[in-house]
């Protein structure tokens, strides 16, 4: 049997396609408040918490404007933008069957709880994952993904050497660093590490179908 008894994924752009949801949920936010991005509006932006993106998109700290263009964000993707989202092609099988060989699956994601709920929910996948775990799960909000990884697994009892952490970034790799676990990237989304940005010790994954047999079977 796989030693891979505890799988923890990223979300967004790993498990699924949020980026054209989330990218027009940005511009109706700086469109609302008649502001001008500071830079461009496209999928590199995708990925790091809403007000670390802002703060970027922006090209301020200003708490009134980031506020301001939050708000309109969260009304934006929190009613129907979230809906927008798509699973990349075979995720939902690997869900199944990981769950289905009697995996424990968790989340662990910068994207914000309310809309990751959402989302699970209409793609018909919350039963597969024992917990989801965001930055803002917690007050004061959790400083980092390798916190809030040690902080599922320490909640939860989940010993490391049976575990991995799967996505897309090259912080995701350092947050599983962190916590001396092994890291599988997901090659296949937006936030793809390309050759120069992987460490030696972390392995790549072309497909969803190609992930499921090595968390099956090394």
Do not use: C
Request: aromatic share 10%; proline share 6%.
């Amino acid at each position: 049997m796989s030693r891979f008894q505890y799988v923890l994924f990223d979300l967004d752009g790993t498990l699924i396609d949020s980026a054209p949801a989330i990218l027009a949920s940005y511009r109706q936010a700086f469109a609302a408040t008649g502001r001008a991005p500071a830079v461009t509006i496209d999928e590199s932006i995708v990925g790091p918490p809403l007000i670390e993106t802002l703060h970027i998109l922006a090209g301020t700290k200003d708490p009134q404007v980031i506020d301001e263009l939050a708000g309109h964000f969260k009304a934006s993707y929190d009613t129907t933008g979230y809906r927008e989202t798509a699973a990349y092609e075979g995720v939902a099988e690997m869900l199944r069957r990981l769950a289905g060989s009697g995996r424990t699956l968790a989340i662990a994601t910068n994207k914000r709880l309310h809309p990751t709920r959402l989302i699970l929910d209409h793609l018909g996948w919350s039963g597969y994952f024992k917990t989801v775990y965001a930055l803002d799960l917690f007050e004061p909000r959790l400083p980092s993904k390798a916190a809030m990884i040690a902080r599922l697994m320490a909640d939860h009892d989940i010993p490391e050497h049976v575990s991995v952490y799967v996505g897309d970034r090259s912080e995701d790799g350092e947050s599983a660093d962190a916590n001396r676990l092994p890291f599988f990237a997901a090659t296949w989304g937006y936030g793809s590490l390309v050759p120069e940005e992987m460490a030696t010790h972390w392995r790549a994954f072309a497909s969803p179908a190609a992930l499921t047999e090595a968390l099956l079977n090394d």
